[in-house]
């Protein structure tokens, strides 16, 4: 069931993947997901259901089914970051007496104005140590807005005419704070004690908007919605109660805004999880891996462009999704996009029979297009793909503009393909 109390406290309760993964975990263990120790053996049983974690910033959980495990997986896989402000720490500085000056790095491909002149909230991964003097790397936020971001004054800079920001020197975070450890103190949890400098500079610490997500109608403005909106689907789906005819996956990664690394979609975190799952249940047989990847599919969801009305000319007049019209399957010559033809044409017809809408989008033949985890995971596993995801508007800006029955929509599509008893396409 699609609950838009659960999708806000999920956005609101997110404000970095260090969050969204704790928040993500929590749903699904309530709905029977036992975690699993990456450096433990695994003892896996049909029908069961785990989830195990990477940096505390990725997640990956899996429902095997009970009979026939390997004959094929139903996969989706998201993104839990977002384009964001990260703090150097190590060039805070005290401005004026009680103001605290912190520089900051762009993180991924942020729209930078949104950010500045309104009210933000610290958020991140703090490293600690606890009463018993054990190092602990935990997830942190101030909830309250501490830090604001002034534009100048437009009679000193031509603000309406194309200004470029500098990143280095003009987007520091200004708060009210007399010194980095008096912030680090306000963010440590009860029993824990921010480290001294210079470990303390080794925090992931990001601005985040303290507005909470907002409801206007059918229309969703919030931060990231870029991607939890996919990731509150995709869990939700898992989560669903009717026993799937074969095993089903979410992945859940970090870093899609840059790329490869430890806790990635396109690392070895997806890769060595699904080869322990196939060893497990395919007796240690090297061929289960491959087996099972060519006879699956998977959906990589991330969110699309919608049809701007005040920017029709970035837009494909005919192939381009409208708000509040489903979700959208998408195509790219150039495979910005993994969409593969067999893939394209089951989901067409697996929203049809649900009686679920389902839009598409190619991008402009003359425009620039983003592109997706898709690919990676695609290439690296050699399992078909589509991609689809609920469109929005202002992509990568601080706050998104999405349509809940969107967001509705794409989960009740993922549920139908959890639960789907047709074959699955042959790539
Ligand atoms: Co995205």
Redesign the pocket.
Known sequence: MFSQDSLLDFLKESPTAFHAVPWLSRRLQEAGYRPLDPRGEWALEPGGRYLTTRNGSSLIAFRLAHQAPLDAARMGVC?TDSPALKLRLRDAAQAAPGLLKVPVEVYGGATIAPWLDRPLQVAGRLPLRDSEGRMRFLPVATREPVAVIPNPPIHLASLNDGFRYNPQTQLAALLPYAGLGELLAALAPEGCSPLEAPLQHTAELYLADAQAPVAMGELLQAPRL??LTSCHALAEALCQEEPPACTLLGGFFDL?EVGLNFQSAGGDFLPSTLLRLANALGEGSPQALPRMMAASLCLSL??AHAFHPNFPELFDPEDSPRLGQGPALKFHANQNFATTLPAAAYLQDLAARSQLPLQTFTPRSDSRCGS?IGRMVAGSLGVAVADLGAPIWAMHSLRETGSLSDTKALQQLLQAFFLDKAPLPLP
Request: net charge negative.
């Open positions: 993104h870029d991607n899609e991330d969110v997706t």
